[in-house]
């Protein structure tokens, strides 16, 4: 019952943070984060009420494989914003001492320095 | 007052006020990404929804359906960053 509170609560706060946000960028961000705690905490919440072993088998399966799934798949949909040059929020910093190239095919990597 | 009563009085009620303010940001999306990334968290939270429908029924065989529907997310953002990603280069090509 808590469990599933929660996960609700986490799925309420995702969609308006979707809404609201001003920004494609923190509208990914906060929409991956609370979504996948919120599915998490709802399928825990089922893994407790049926307190079955191929029940939380599955459940165990399907949060496993949306918490790998779904930072890979909003790094991909970022990568392809950013590279189709959305812009960004106006108040948002950008560091400018680090450079990182992306959206080319061969990513270079600056080698560090090996100290002695 | 049940679980049973509390999920589909409280619970399911938040969930479908959820899918409809994410179908808002869906419809009205200035870029494609953002509608790509409303239709994953539709589908997010449609697995959510369906195990709410579990616990409601008491019917633990609706969860194969929750896993499809995880990949099939997964795999559709997938499909979609590449789609315009691929568009993209093929357009600046041409333009070259």
């Not at chain 2, 990949?71 to 953002?77: D, V």
Request: proline share 3%; net charge negative.
């Amino acid at each position: 019952m808590v469990f599933c509170t929660i996960g609700a609560v986490f799925i309420l706060i995702a969609s308006l943070g979707i809404y609201r946000m001003p920004d494609f960028y923190t509208r990914l961000s906060v929409t991956v984060k609370a979504s996948t705690l919120g599915v998490g905490c709802i399928l825990a919440s089922l893994a407790f009420y049926f307190y079955d072993f191929a029940v939380s088998t599955k459940v165990f399966a399907i949060i496993f494989f949306l918490f790998i799934t779904s930072p890979v798949a909003a790094f991909m949909i970022s990568r392809t914003a950013y590279v189709s040059g959305i812009e960004l929020w106006k108040n948002t910093y950008v560091d400018e001492d680090v450079d990182i190239e992306i959206g080319e095919e061969e990513e270079e990597t600056p080698e560090k320095p090996l100290n002695p | 007052m049940s679980l049973q009563q509390y999920l589909m009085y409280i619970v399911m009620p938040i969930l479908c006020l959820s899918l409809v303010i994410i179908l808002l940001r869906y419809l009205k999306g200035p870029k494609v990404v953002d509608r790509a990334v409303a239709l994953d968290l539709i589908i997010t939270s449609g697995v959510g929804i369906i195990g709410v429908f579990c616990i409601l029924y008491n019917n633990a065989s609706f969860l194969d359906v929750a896993m499809i529907l995880a990949l099939i997310a997964f795999l559709s953002t997938i499909a979609f960053s590449y789609y315009l990603d691929n568009g993209d280069n093929n357009k600046t090509n041409k333009n070259e």
